[in-house]
């Protein structure tokens, strides 16, 4: 069996292995290098215990807030265009306390074999960045860190079997010396790691490879069609032919699909990264300052800060006020360190998330286009999901299975 993967992100990669690993031949196509697309300038968390739908009572309502506010960490803007109005209507239905309870449980399903796999992907000896340790909850005030704990029991009542620590900042600081005094309340939780994505993805794309498979890079695919024994891909360097496809285009993937007459409500979140080595004590650990939702990790290559969820995604400019206020907002939480005066010019990143009004992915085949699989719409959440979303679309493919835990991720749901 040939199966084509559409998209050579974090997700479309996971695909890649998880299929070539049970001996699967695979094609990966990509229009750009592996890796630039949304997967490239995130912070790199494979964080269970920060899986969580955004959708919930009272989102909407802060970011609508924060639509005219420049500096706003979660920005929605309501704007007169009917494809964004239909999501943002699905949004407010998905936002209640029951949905919400349902997407936790979904998305805890399906990480159950997360670190399984990432620990695969080392034993078959792919080497990338990975740091355990967890993630550090940072809270300037009670109230500010006051929603993490019952987001985790929540995550209790569905099974999840990871802990969280409370510690006072002294003992944070044992850990992560480059907290500042600012800091008063931390929540450690235990099994969460961070990995550099673009190693990740490049080991992936190497040991695929490696395995005999093809990546292709700058090749656009233009438009697929069925034929009578599986699919034929139109790109820019000519036709390629599968018995299966899976689209994992991430943000991309409506105009991909739109022409087979498949809407799929995905729309752009856009965010902002930027790494630096900076000066003084540097964190080297992940770190979530919760009042403004910016997440912190310290790689080898330097510290990289990323934060805004900003809906709906425009163009992928680099907005450099915000960025620095971003990186301010993040120095705020940190006892000395700052960008080095030479790193004034560093441009940073801004990618976009692909999300669905649910949060919860698109997983599984299309009905009514037979052998068109979808591995789509992770939203702030592709590289937690990437390497379990893998192992299922394999297991969906090849055993036809689709277990009953995978209904609320179905591609047809209703929304
Ligand atoms: C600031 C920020 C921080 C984040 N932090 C985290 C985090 O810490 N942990 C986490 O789990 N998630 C995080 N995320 C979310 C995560 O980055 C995304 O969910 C994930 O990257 C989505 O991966 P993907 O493979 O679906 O999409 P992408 O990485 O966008 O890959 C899709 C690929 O498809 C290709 N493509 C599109 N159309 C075509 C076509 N027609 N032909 C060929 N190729 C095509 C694109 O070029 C692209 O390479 C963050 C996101 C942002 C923006």
Redesign the pocket.
Same mark, same amino acid.
């Given at each position: 069996m040939r199966v084509a993967i559409?998209?050579?992100?974090?997700?479309?990669l996971a695909c890649a292995w998880s299929l070539a690993k049970r001996g699967v031949e695979v094609v990966v196509?990509?229009?750009?290098v592996i890796?630039?697309? !949304?997967?490239?300038?995130? @912070?790199?968390? %494979? /964080?269970p215990t920060i899986s969580f739908p955004l959708a919930s009572p009272g989102t909407l309502a802060m970011g609508l807030k924060s639509a005219f506010d420049p500096n706003g960490a979660l920005v929605i803007r309501p704007e007169l265009d009917t494809r964004w109005l239909r999501w943002l209507w699905a949004f407010r239905g998905a936002a209640t306390r029951e949905r919400f309870l349902r997407g936790v449980e979904a998305l805890h399903n399906l990480n159950r074999r997360t670190f399984e796999v990432l620990d695969a992907y080392q034993a078959d000896g792919i080497s990338f960045e990975m740091h355990g340790g967890g993630i550090l909850t940072l809270g300037k005030t009670e109230k500010g860190i006051a929603w993490f704990a019952p987001v985790f029991e929540d995550l209790k009542k569905v099974g999840f079997e990871g802990q969280i620590e409370t510690l006072t900042p002294e003992e944070a600081r044992k850990i992560e010396p480059a907290i500042g005094e600012q800091v008063k309340f931390v929540v450690r939780t235990t099994i969460d790691r961070?990995v550099q #994505?673009q190693s990740l993805m490049r080991g992936l794309a190497d040991r695929v490879v490696e395995l005999g498979q093809t990546v292709l890079e700058q090749? @656009? %695919?233009?438009g697929m069609r069925p034929t009578a024994s599986g699919w034929e891909i139109d790109t820019n360097t000519g036709p390629i032919n599968a018995d299966r496809v899976i689209v *994992?285009?991430? !943000?991309?993937s409506p105009a $991909?699909l739109k022409p087979l007459g498949i809407e799929v409500p995905i729309v752009p !979140?856009?965010?902002?990264?930027i790494t630096l080595r900076g000066e003084g004590i540097r964190p080297s650990q992940a770190l979530y300052m919760t009042e403004s939702k910016i997440?912190v /990790?310290g790689f080898d290559e330097g510290v990289r800060i *990323?934060?805004?969820f900003e809906l709906p995604g425009k163009d992928l400019t680099i907005d450099k006020r915000r960025l620095d206020v971003v990186v301010k907002d993040a120095c705020s939480y940190l006892s000395d360190w700052h960008p080095s005066t030479s790193e004034t010019s560093v441009e940073g990143w801004a990618?976009?998330? #692909?999300a669905t009004p649910d949060s919860l992915p698109l997983l599984g085949p299309v009905p009514g286009h037979d052998g068109l699989y979808l591995a789509?719409g992770?939203?702030?959440?592709? %590289?937690? $999901? *990437?390497p379990s979303t893998g192992a299922l679309l394999a297991d969906m493919i090849l055993d036809g299975v689709a277990p009953a835990w995978v209904a609320p991720m179905r591609p047809d749901r209703r929304f």
């Open positions: 559409i998209g050579g992100g974090v997700v479309g196509i990509e229009r750009d890796g630039e697309g !949304a997967s490239k300038g995130n @912070t790199g968390w %494979v /964080s961070y #994505p090749t @656009t %695919v233009k *994992a285009t991430g !943000a991309l $991909l !979140a856009k965010g902002y990264s997440g /990790s *990323a934060g805004v990618g976009f998330r #692909p789509t992770h939203g702030m959440l592709g %590289v937690t $999901l *990437a």
